[in-house]
């Protein structure tokens, strides 16, 4: 899954590479150099990986509720719910804040709206969210094709390692960093929350109990829109930002005030700063190079 996603990105970098030749150099080293889109390979060192993981976070962060209003706004007008239980699970489904939903009764809503919600029929603004809620580039997205074929190719990864893990149980003998791995590439963990061992599990399980019984029994995968609306709600939290509401009421042009000064108040400043001494000794040299070339320029006259 993450050799899949690393490939899309270097993809992006050599397509830009054959349309523009060598004058893409410049915005390869800057797309490279960039933590969200830099390869998960390129990071070795725990602090790179660290630094990573949050780029990562940040942009599912960003992005993911903009993907979660935009389906819940859309399929409101377009989709009633038939029954007040497929109400309450599409209700749930959309809580904020890192609040637990029952995956039980969003499962009831999923199976309900799998009849006329569909990937292939997805909106391109919605699709263009999804990806970048997934971190998957969209840049440049020349048809919804391109960008639904990454995000299904994604979760067939997913369902056969899920198999696998439910199946064989493998989610309760992997160590704790295995854990947080495969709940992480599932979105249902942001590293920025520091889960435990019991809180990762309760999701793992929650997740695979979303699956449904069919996903092991006839390998039938629930909903993609549904799906990804369900886990990409462990980050539909905006706890993430770090500023507080009295941020608002600060100068924002701060960093502008020196141009505010006249040049006669940022010469005091500059002359009794730190550098007064060489600021002194510098303009003494030049007032006496100056008078010894008044002293030059004077005719000499002789008695």
């Not at 660290?50 to 377009?78: C, G, I, V």
């Not at 979760?155 to 854990?179: G, R």
């Not at 600021?279 to 008695?303: D, G, M, N």
């Amino acid at each position: 899954m993450r050799i899949k996603q690393d490939v899309w990105r270097l993809s992006h970098v050599a397509g830009t590479a054959f349309v523009l030749g060598g004058y893409s150099i410049p915005l390869s080293l800057f797309w490279l150099a960039n933590d969200t889109w830099i390869p998960s390979t390129f990071s070795t060192a725990e602090a790179d990986k660290q630094a990573w993981r949050e780029a990562q976070d940040l942009y599912r962060y960003r992005n993911a509720p903009s993907y979660l209003m935009e389906t819940k706004w859309f399929f409101d007008f377009h989709a009633y719910p038939l029954k007040p239980e497929h109400e309450r699970g599409w209700d749930e489904l959309f809580e904020k804040n890192d609040v637990r939903r029952d995956p039980a009764i969003v499962r009831a809503a999923a199976e309900m709206y799998d009849g006329f919600i569909k990937l292939e029929t997805i909106k391109r603004k919605s699709l263009r969210h999804l990806s970048r809620s997934m971190n998957i580039p969209t840049f440049p997205m020349l048809t919804r094709l391109c960008n639904s074929t990454r995000v299904r190719d994604y979760w067939n990864l997913a369902f056969n390692e899920d198999y696998m893990v439910i199946t064989q149980k493998l989610h309760e003998k992997m160590s704790d960093e295995d854990l947080y791995d495969y709940a992480w590439r599932r979105y249902l963990a942001p590293y920025d929350k520091k889960l435990n061992r019991e809180q990762l599990l309760e999701r793992v399980s929650d997740y695979h109990t979303f699956l449904g019984p069919k996903f092991v029994e006839e390998g039938k995968a629930p909903n993609l829109i549904i799906l990804t609306n369900y886990v990409l709600g462990y980050y539909n939290d905006p706890a993430f930002l770090t500023e507080d509401i009295t941020a608002l009421d600060r100068n924002d042009y701060d960093h502008l005030a020196s141009y505010g000064k006249d040049a006669f108040l940022r010469r005091l400043e500059f002359e009794n700063g730190p550098l007064r001494d060489q600021v002194e000794a510098h303009s003494q040299k030049i007032l006496e190079e100056r008078a010894a070339a008044k002293k030059a320029a004077q005719p000499q006259v002789e008695a």
